[in-house]
């Protein structure tokens, strides 16, 4: 039976005294006491509880609401705004930093939003909160329009209902290059968490009770002024369904279609509202499976052309397309599929807007996992392409930045407005290039051959191993490094990467600006890629793989099938290399 460590129990006891929260604290009061009457669940939860503070990191805080240093709480929120407050008041000796602060509508976020205003103006800071729950781009914008020395979004995005977080962003005179208004990297991370660190009690914290600004319904407007102007002039005869999973998008997204002309915009009904519970959706993420099904089933009832989907926090675009042979008569675009059409889109608008003939040309960025076909329209437009890290802190702070995306449904399409990923701006730029090619008797499908006929066929799939042991992750990593394939699908592979070295360098994919990372690529003679990296905030591992393959002007079913059947080699060869039982092999992204 495990007994109940001294040591956690006494922190345990000390964090309840200090609570600013009296039900976390009596919530925690009851695992403590539980827990010393012998009940092995409560020694096993307090132990998780108190394993160590939440780490605050580049993705600023994220985990389980509840009591305890290692939840989300107003506890730990306290402290995260304090030590924010003092990395601003040591970048800034003598002024009076500026944070607007936003938040969704997760349980918990409107307290922690205020929490932090009242910490940050005690400290002396101009604390300007959202007045109500919206989406994190609004945050963003917020940051940029406003000048802000730091942005906070309370949110936990797509994660599911027991959770929330904390995304920090840097700007205004802290940070005055290309990454002004993304969030944060490192060293800025190390900095603000050993403030944190050195914040000895909540109770030591000073929280005004007023004197902060409340941001009215004017961010907003400016937002969707801005939002809505993405949309390329011309017909927008088109029937769309939107679905906001049950987040704070579906308002905003729905107005800022209607501004951008299109009037015909279905809204699923069951998950229109905020509802911090997502009871419609097993995950509220538009990539899962089951969480387009309403969306899918209105789009029938109402023949829709279109299907948008934000996530919860609507920096996320999910889009669907009709496929009449799908089972459900609506296929998913993958996120590279989209990243590639609103990436040939970005590229068409600065070459039109005579980007292309400036001594520095725009760039086109992509995360380091997703395809490598916006590098390929690059420079085929003339333009220049950056790979970065994964996430969206890094792709959103390249110079010169027209146009970046991850495969993970994330693009920014209006980097100078907004510095990290927009579903709603995404949604209006989809919906403009489905509207256009349906003016001229086309869709996404055909403008999707057109850039594999000139460009190649790109097929991509994630595989995943999720495990319960997290030892197992840095285990297969070392099998990786130690017996990595010499082939995959029977091409040799021809270029192996340990990208905790880092990869600076050109290609004929474009430029690789990664800085060390833990992961491993490799690259075959045939010109296929696999990268492999543990998640950042899932206990599983990942890898992406993607073909390439040359085609011709004709039929592309042949080409598809053999790409397909390539992936598949390539999958088994390295769920066999990886070695972890669980393997779920993820399926081909293209048609």
């Not at 500026?98 to 976020?109: E, L, M």
Request: proline share 7%; glycine share 8%; charged share 20%.
């Amino acid at each position: 039976m495990t007994a109940l460590d001294d040591d956690v129990a006494a922190r345990a006891a000390a964090w309840i005294d200090d609570d600013p929260d009296p039900a976390a604290a009596a919530e925690l009061t009851a695992v403590l006491a539980a827990a010393r009457a012998g009940d092995p669940d409560a020694v096993v939860d307090l132990a998780d509880r108190f394993s160590g503070p939440l780490e605050f990191g580049t993705a600023g805080l994220r985990g389980p609401l509840g009591a305890g240093e290692h939840r989300m709480n107003r506890a730990v929120v306290i402290r995260a705004a304090a030590g924010l407050s003092a990395f601003l008041a040591a970048e800034l000796p003598g002024e009076r930093p500026r944070v607007v602060i936003g938040f969704d509508a997760r349980h918990g976020s409107a307290q922690f939003a205020r929490d932090t205003a009242a910490v940050v103006t005690a400290a002396g800071g101009e604390a300007i909160l959202l007045a109500r729950a919206w989406p994190t781009p609004v945050l963003a914008f917020a940051v940029r329009q406003l000048d802000a020395d730091a942005g906070v979004m309370v949110t936990a995005s797509h994660n599911p209902p027991a959770d929330n977080g904390y995304k920090v962003y840097l700007g205004g005179r802290v940070v005055t290059d290309a990454g002004q208004g993304a969030q944060i990297v490192p060293p800025y991370d190390a900095a603000i968490a050993s403030r944190i660190a050195a914040v000895d009690a909540v109770a030591s914290v000073p929280r005004a009770t007023e004197g902060w600004t409340t941001l009215g319904e004017a961010v907003l407007e400016d937002y969707l002024v801005r939002a809505a102007g993405l949309a390329a002039p011309g017909s927008a005869d088109l029937r769309i369904v939107l679905t906001p999973l049950h987040g704070v998008g579906g308002a905003a997204a729905a107005e800022a279609l209607r501004r951008a002309g299109f009037d015909d915009v279905h809204v699923v009904a069951a998950q229109a509202a905020p509802d911090p519970d997502f009871p419609t959706v097993a995950f509220p993420n538009p990539e899962e499976p089951g969480a387009l099904d309403l969306a899918f089933a209105l789009a029938r009832d109402v023949s829709a052309d279109l299907v948008l989907a934000v996530d919860p926090d609507a920096d996320r675009c999910g889009v669907a397309v009709p496929d009449a042979a799908a089972a459900e008569r609506w296929r998913r675009l993958s996120g590279d599929d989209v990243g590639a059409l609103l990436g040939a889109q970005a590229a068409a608008l600065a070459v039109a807007g005579g980007a292309g003939a400036e001594p520095e040309p725009p760039v086109l960025a992509s995360s380091i996992v997703s395809s490598r076909l916006l590098a390929r329209i690059a420079a085929a437009h003339g333009l220049r392409h950056r790979s970065t890290l994964t996430g969206f802190k890094w792709i959103s702070r390249v110079p010169g930045l027209a146009y970046g995306y991850e495969e993970a449904l994330g693009y920014c399409v209006d980097p100078a407005a907004v510095r990290d990923k927009d579903g709603i701006s995404a949604a209006v730029r989809v919906a403009s290039l489905a509207a256009a090619l349906r003016a001229e008797n086309r869709s996404l499908d055909d403008a999707l051959d057109d850039l594999a006929r000139e460009h190649g066929l790109h097929v991509t799939a994630p595989l995943t191993v999720r495990v319960d042991d997290l030892a197992l992750i840095p285990a297969a990593m070392r099998r990786l490094r130690e017996h990595p394939p010499t082939s995959l699908a029977g091409s040799p592979v021809v270029r192996s990467v340990d990208l905790t070295l880092g990869l600076r360098v050109a290609t004929p994919e474009g430029h690789y600006d990664v800085p060390p990372t833990e992961g491993l690529l490799y690259e075959t003679q045939d010109g296929d890629r696999v990268i492999v990296r543990p998640s950042g905030t899932e206990p599983k591992l990942k890898a992406y793989l993607e073909v390439v393959q040359e085609v011709g002007p004709g039929d592309l079913a042949p080409a598809r099938a053999d790409a397909a059947a390539r992936l598949a080699d390539i999958t088994a060869d390295l769920r066999r290399a990886i070695g972890l039982d669980g393997t779920a092999a993820g399926t081909p992204t293209s048609r």
